[in-house]
Structures are given as structure tokens and as C-alpha cells.
């Protein structure tokens, strides 16, 4: 991204005390959201996001594994988020490394819940196949095409699309498998089951410039930037994840306040993102 | 090494709110009972030690229950030369546990994780202006792992750099609260960590009244979320002062 003049700053600070963003939008307002679902054939499911111009895919792969010695009737799931030198070219090699752990915690945080599984937005217990023995482990895996600001609403969105998408292949399990053996596990080719996605929160990241607060941030807008909150909300309107980011200090009443905006905010973004989904699916279907 | 000082610890517990939860957990059927004996809303006694390290610019020793840590700030040194020319400082924090600081050997979780986020924490409250061109180097190392030990690490790193003389806007104070069933359990041990169902972790600078890093996991309501946050931040004020304590003991002691 090239550098900003001290003119455009004062542009984009000043539109956004003014509700009117540089490409016209209103604080609170996202930008079209495409979805399209399936791109990856080889992955259990897959979905690519399209938010402006940040372009993020997300891939889902279920494989069979063993389960923790501490949770021994839930499966595992794993999220890891690589950026990819296309997006930046300072993502190469090790330079990405520290927006990706920072990208995949924030989406462990908001999608899995607690440690004992409460609140999580997949139900661990379904992946579960044999209790102690077996389970699906399921390797949730994001790629940021390109970059232009809120990569980690794109990516909530990406991951919310690639599961609604999975299918997890229907397992036999050998009836006459002793209690210490490993028992046989039949994976069908024919038969597979659709997560269940509805209890998926979404993302929704409110960055503060000045006094005001802007959503789906393009990269310029978050260069000028004080702080952003990162909130996960879920259908019901429960918060499932909070991150700030960036350095600046916020009083606690406005942190509160951009929860309620989240919540607020949220209820449009989920519907419209079903929508997206599902005619992605319609789409594919063809 | 607590049984050394001569007064008791100072603890940081906050003031209790209004109502009083008393609803079942969902374990035992009654309230959950804390390991160590301690009320729901009631924080471990703080042992704050700066000067650990002699080698360091500044260091300090925490002993919050069974977790403890040690942290040592060395700088501003002077930068790479690889990197940029900067006219702010730069601050680069490590966090990193010993392999006999978890009750399995080498089971170290998130090291890398935690670096960031005591960066984040930090960045807030350092005068970065006051050392251009050069860096300061934070190093914690997290010599026993025993519950919440974010929120310790960087109350500890705040002292550390205080005693190294960095220019500060105040010092950061750093409180998690677990969330067990219906219960809000504050300073969570590691055994209420792993059964959670929540957690929440608020790191502030409490003489600004700023909150400079907050992370939530698992399902929250709003109004639990603000009972959470009115407990945190009660906690860190408290927190907050016997840090400043603890530094003026420090001085003192070298004056007599």
C-alpha cells in the first residue's frame, strides 16, 4: 500500500465524521459480499469470500485421529490462517508469520469456545466416533489471497461458508472391536452428512478513527486507525469472542458500546451472508 | 521465597458487586468450591519483588499463588542494523515458559501466542518517543505455570520496565476472570482454567482508566460481560496500586 498524504488522511478521518466513507458507504455499512462455495474439490469443503477487494479462501479437511486424553468423547479442530505473498509482499517467507498467529488465534478464540467446548460454534461432540479411540479431527485452513482491510470478518465469513459446505463422510464402525484394540473404521465414499452451521458465530471487527466508529475497514481506513475490536456475536445475539487490537487505550464504556453496535450490526451481516451461502450452494448445484 | 518478606502479601481483591450469585454449577449441583478455598471473587495474594536480576536494566519477580514468573527488561539498546531507521522506539517482547514450569514436562501452550499479546499489552503504555532508534527487549520467563498466567506475566513485565527507569503513562495491570457454569470466578487456578466455559481477560492502565488489551473466549451475554469487566478493572486498580507499592518499597529500602 502506498504511503498516505497528509491530505488523504485528513480526508478519510474528516468523511468519517461525516458518515461518508471515501467509496461512499456509511460507517456501518459492508461492502458486497460475494461467496462462492466448492472451489476446492480435494477439501471435505471449501469456500472463497470476496469483500472489496480482500479475497480470502477457506478450506475444510476432515480426517480420522484420536481424540485428547482429557476430552476423550469430543473430536479436535484445528485453525490455522497463512498469508500468502501475493496479498503483500512482505508476507514472504517469515513476514506474514505474525499477522497469521494473530489471525489464527483470534478465529480459535471466536469459534471454539471456551475449553471445556461451552459456547463453541462446532459442536465437538459430533465429530466424536468412537469414544476414547477414534474422532474426526477436522483442519480448518484459511489463505489470504488479497489484503485491502478486515481480513478477519472475510475469513469468519470464509470459514462459516466452507462449513456449511463440508461434508464428512459417514463412518461404519466394526461391531466386534475389543476395548483396548483399535477398532475397524469403515469410511463410506457414498454417504456423508452436512454440518451443522447454524450455531456459527460470525465476525464483525469496528475499528475506531477519531471518535467515530467504521466497519469493514478497507487498508487505508485501518492505517488511521486508533484502536479495532474484534467481536464475535452468534445468532442468538451472545458474544462469542472478543479481541482488541492495536495499541491505543480505550475506555471501558466505549468498549461496551461497540459490543452493542456488534450486536446490532451482526443481525444484518448473518442474514446476509445466508443468503450468499445459500445461493452459492444453489450455484453449485448447477 | 514468600516466606522471606516480613509483612503479609497485599492482595488485589475487589469490591464485591450488589447481588450475590449463588446458582449451581454444573458439577457438584451447589456452588463450585475453589481448590485453594478462596471466595468466587477473590484474587490471589500478589507478591511483587523488582531488581531479580542484576545483569538486567530493570526486572521483577511475581508469585501470584502458584503461578510465578520472572521478567527482565534490557535497553534501549541500540537496533539492528538491519532495521529501518525508526524516530519512535521499537519494543520486542518474549514470552517463554521452562520445561518444568507445567505439570507434564515440555508442555508449553501458545508461547508464541503470548509474546504478541504481552506486545500489544505494552505498546499502550511506553513512551515510544523517549528512546528513538532504539529498541527495548522484554523477556518473561514463566518459571511455573499455576493458573491465569497472561494477566501475571504482564503485570510483571509493567514492573520490570518501571524498574528499568522507560518512560511509562502508567503502569498495566492485568486481570482474567473464568466463567464455570453460572459462575464468575476471578483469578482462575489451572484446573478451573481447563473445565471453563468462558474466559475473559482485561489488561488496563488503571490512573487513565484505559482498557489497553481484552480478549473474550466462549458465550457471553451482554450483562455478564459487564458484571465481568466492572470485577477486572476493580481488580486492576487495586492491582495497579500495590505495583506502585512495591516500587516505592524498592527505592526505599536502597536509601536506608
Known amino acids: 500500500m502506498v504511503g498516505l498524504s497528509l491530505g488523504e488522511k485528513n480526508f478519510i478521518k474528516g468523511g468519517i465524521a461525516q458518515d461518508i466513507r471515501t467509496d461512499g458507504r456509511k460507517r456501518l455499512t459492508y461492502r458486497p459480499i460475494f461467496v462462492e462455495t466448492g472451489v476446492i474439490p480435494q477439501a471435505s469443503g471449501s469456500a472463497r469470500v470476496k469483500m472489496g477487494a480482500t479475497d480470502v479462501i477457506a478450506s475444510v479437511k476432515a480426517e480420522l485421529g484420536k481424540p485428547n486424553a482429557s476430552h476423550p468423547d469430543k473430536g479436535k479442530v484445528s ?113 456423508f452428512l452436512q454440518f451443522d452451521t447454524t450455531g ?28 479495532a475490536v474484534s467481536i464475535s456475536v452468534n445468532r442468538q445475539g451472545r458474544i462469542c469472542g472478543l479481541t482488541k487490537r492495536g495499541g491505543a487505550g480505550l475506555d471501558p464504556s466505549i468498549i461496551l458500546d461497540m459490543i452493542s453496535v456488534a450486536k446490532h450490526v451482526s443481525e444484518q451481516l448473518i442474514n446476509k451472508l445466508d443468503s450468499e451461502i445459500a445461493a452459492a450452494e444453489a450455484c453449485e448445484e448447477e | 521465597m514468600a516466606g522471606k518478606i516480613s509483612n503479609t502479601p497485599a492482595t488485589y481483591t475487589p469490591s464485591p458487586t450488589s447481588q450475590d450469585k449463588k446458582r449451581s454449577s454444573i458439577f457438584t449441583g451447589s456452588d463450585w468450591v475453589r481448590p485453594d478455598g478462596r471466595g468466587l471473587h477473590q484474587c ?70 503470548l509474546s504478541s499479546m504481552l ?27 499455576g493458573g491465569s498466567d497472561l494477566p501475571v506475566v504482564i503485570s510483571c513485565a509493567s514492573l520490570a520496565l518501571a524498574d528499568a527507569g522507560i518512560m511509562l503513562y502508567d503502569m498495566v495491570a492485568s ?37 489497553t488489551q481484552m480478549t473474550v473466549t466462549g458465550e457471553w451475554s451482554t450483562p455478564k460481560i459487564h458484571e465481568a469487566m466492572q470485577l477486572c478493572l476493580d481488580a486492576c486498580s487495586k492491582l495497579g496500586k500495590i505495583m506502585r507499592s512495591c516500587l516505592k518499597e524498592a527505592v526505599s529500602a536502597t536509601q536506608e
Open chain 1, 79 to 191: 485453525i490455522y490462517v497463512d498469508c500468502s505473498p501475493t496479498a503483500e509482499p512482505t508476507f514472504e517467507g517469515r513476514g506474514g508469520e505474525e499477522l497469521s498467529m494473530e489471525l489464527s488465534t483470534a478465529l480459535q478464540r471466536c469459534l471454539l469456545g471456551g475449553k471445556s467446548g461451552a459456547g463453541a460454534g462446532i459442536n465437538l461432540s459430533s465429530l466424536s466416533i468412537v469414544e476414547g479411540k477414534v474422532c474426526w479431527d477436522i483442519y480448518i485452513d484459511g489463505l489470504v489471497v488479497s489484503s485491502d482491510g478486515n481480513l478477519l470478518d472475510a475469513l469468519g465469513a470464509a470459514i462459516k461458508a466452507a462449513l456449511s459446505n463440508t461434508a464428512v463422510p459417514k463412518v461404519q464402525v466394526a461391531a466386534n472391536a475389543s476395548l483396548d484394540e483399535q477398532p475397524e473404521v469403515d469410511v463410506s465414499d457414498e454417504e
Open chain 1, 200 to 227: 456459527v458465530p460470525v465476525i464483525i471487527t469496528l475499528t475506531k478513527v477519531g471518535k467515530h466508529y467504521i466497519v469493514d475497514a478497507t487498508a487505508e481506513e485501518e492505517s488511521q486507525m486508533s484502536s
Open chain 2, 44 to 113: 490471589r495474594p500478589a507478591f511483587l519483588r523488582t531488581g531479580a536480576v542484576n545483569s538486567a536494566s530493570g526486572s521483577a519477580y511475581a508469585e501470584f499463588g502458584n503461578a510465578k514468573v520472572i521478567v527482565s527488561v534490557f535497553g534501549p539498546r541500540e537496533s539492528k542494523k538491519a532495521m529501518m531507521y525508526s524516530d519512535i522506539g521499537r519494543l520486542n517482547c518474549n514470552v517463554s515458559y521452562t520445561s518444568f514450569a507445567t505439570p507434564i514436562r515440555g508442555q508449553a501452550s501458545d508461547s508464541k501466542d
Open chain 2, 119 to 145: 506486545h500489544k499489552a505494552l505498546e499502550g503504555a511506553i513512551i515510544l518517543e523517549s528512546f528513538p532508534k532504539t529498541t527495548v527487549d522484554v523477556f518473561a520467563l514463566v518459571l511455573e505455570s
Open chain 2, 175 to 211: 486481570v482474567s476472570m473464568s466463567c464455570l457454569g453460572k459462575n464468575l470466578v476471578i483469578d482462575p487456578v489451572s484446573e478451573e482454567e481447563s473445565y471453563q466455559d468462558g474466559g475473559l481477560m482485561i489488561t488496563c492502565m488503571p490512573s487513565r482508566n484505559e482498557v
